[in-house]
């Protein structure tokens, strides 16, 4: 019995720190996406993000996402805060992701996922919202292949 409890607790201390991967590959994918910053260029805030078992804060400036800590924290401040459970999550970012996880309106009309605070910067600025938090997704085989451009050959 004690062995079950003991891997429960490491199979979510796994799932915590694949979230915290995560959200690190999100600000770097996001970064990296001129397209993304340009959308986002009027976005300044501080987004908390809570997995229930674990927070993170990212600091948006310019569209761009200048920090990002790891908590816990004790009183964090923030603008706007996603608060959805870490499966919901983890669900959310696979490669393609299921119905009803494939967009954070989709997790907000299941009620798995609030948004609570200043909802101004997220509803003005939807489309970045839900293109930053996707970001981090492994795109398939199908789609990141781009199809040839060249002429066939002439015989």
Do not use: C
Request: no cysteine; glycine share 6%; hydrophobic share 50%.
């Amino acid at each position: 019995m004690a062995g079950k409890a003991r891997e429960t607790g490491v199979d979510e201390t796994r799932k915590l720190a694949q979230a915290a991967d995560w959200l690190e590959r999100l600000r770097a994918s996001a970064n990296a996406d001129a397209a993304l910053v340009n959308r986002g260029r009027f976005v300044d805030a501080v987004v908390l993000f809570d997995t229930g078992a674990s927070q993170h804060l990212l600091d948006i400036r310019r569209g761009r996402v200048e920090a990002l800590a790891h908590g816990p924290f004790v009183m964090p401040r923030w603008d706007l805060a996603l608060r959805a459970p870490l499966a919901e999550w983890l669900a959310f970012w696979e490669a393609v992701p299921a119905p009803g996880h494939h967009d954070l309106m989709a997790l907000i009309k299941r009620r798995v996922l609030r948004v609570e605070g200043d909802l101004h910067p997220f509803m003005a600025n939807l489309l970045y919202f839900k293109a930053l938090m996707a970001a981090p997704r492994a795109r398939p085989a199908a789609l990141s292949t781009a199809p040839s451009t060249a002429l066939p050959e002439a015989s």
